[in-house]
């Protein structure tokens, strides 16, 4: 069906004011709250102890995240597009897990799983580990909740590509590792390329199922997402106020440059075989 001009130039118009009041629009009073009183001011707010603090671990969470959902994404997507073994199914149905199941009730289970009183809580407490408000326990919410981008972004392209090359490439002597490394990541790496940012983006902004395995006391223990949720809840006052836009802020610059890596790495016409 063939759309007129102006019914064309309407929907262009509805999306893009649907998209101004939904997302320009508040990420613009964030930014404007944040610097309304100077560069100087919002810089102090960002710079504070707990503000840092709550930085790198977000950055620590995501850089142990991603590379760990990454390895476990190609390898997985490999197994439900080329493997052979019975099974394929449900594995790709638990694939999807993170997805339908609210990320409250995946702290909860690390809870049960890890706490103290826990199935291994307390033998990881006898070695010395907690897990359990510590990042550890953050960590591994984290990879749980971001677990399906890299997989669900690789598969289809994997059954695009088909395994004609793969095929070929096994012919002429090459062994599985000589295929995989010069035949099947050079053509699945925009899929990669889409998953990590996706699995990026997942990382820096989860709070759901963090909250529940971190600790509000132990600032250690706060995210960039938790630090906001902190101060708009349990602080008040002007100052309160305007030290979680400046986290809102930062956390929100974060995002838009996972935005731009994901527009810089979108595959131009030509580039994408």
Known sequence: MRLSRSVTLSLRTVALAYLVLLLLLPVGVIFAKTFEHGFGTAWGWITTPAAVSAFWLSV?????????NTIFGVGTALVLVRGKARGRALLDSLIDLPFVVS???????????YGVDGWFGKWFMDQGVRIIYAPAGMIIATVFVSLPFVVREVAPVLLEVGEEQEQAAATLGASRWQTFWRITLPSIRWGIAYGVVLTTARALGEIGAVAVVSSNVAGSTLTLPLLVQQRMTTSFGPQAVTSSYAAGTELAIMSLVVLLAMTLIAPRKGDAA
Do not use: E, K, Q, Y
């Open 60 to 68: 620590l969470i995501a850089a142990i995240a991603v590379p760990l």
């Open 103 to 113: 990320p409250v009730i995946v702290g909860l289970a690390l809870v049960l799983v």
